[in-house]
């Protein structure tokens, strides 16, 4: 079994920053990348941003330029550092890892079980 345990969330003001944490662990025989996607009431699930485990990061066109992902493979652990944040960045926030627990499985998506971030004043 794979676990993903997230924190960090929480309510800040307009312009302001929070930095997310997730850490995997259970059986992990190879982790491809992590990553954490957002969700609001009746939106599909979007991609925040991603990064692979050798660094190479991806990021939504609507968080570019103020966040920024990060990890340490050693402890399978990401960071989402998020700057000047909008009252539109307010959803749930995932986390997710792209892993295979066995050398001959084929990696799968696991997520996190959410954390709120809410953008207001």
């Known amino acids: 079994q794979v676990q993903l345990v997230e924190s960090g969330g929480g309510l800040v003001q307009p312009g302001g920053s929070l930095r997310l944490s997730c850490a995997a662990s259970?059986?992990?025989?190879?982790?491809?990348?992590m990553g954490w996607y957002r969700q609001t009431p009746g939106k599909e699930r979007e991609l925040v941003a991603s990064?692979?485990?050798?660094?190479?990061?991806r990021y939504g066109d609507s968080v570019k330029g103020r966040f920024d992902i990060s990890s340490y493979n050693a402890n399978n652990t990401v960071y989402l550092q998020m700057n000047s944040l909008k009252p539109e960045d307010t959803a749930v926030y995932y986390c997710?890892?792209?892993?295979?627990?066995?050398?001959?499985?084929?990696?799968?998506?696991?997520w996190g079980q959410g954390t709120q971030v809410t953008v207001s004043s």
């Open positions: 997710n890892a792209v892993i295979r627990t066995t050398w001959i499985s084929q990696y799968i998506d696991y």
């Open positions: 259970g059986s992990i025989f190879s982790l491809n990348a």
């Open positions: 990064i692979t485990s050798v660094g190479r990061p």
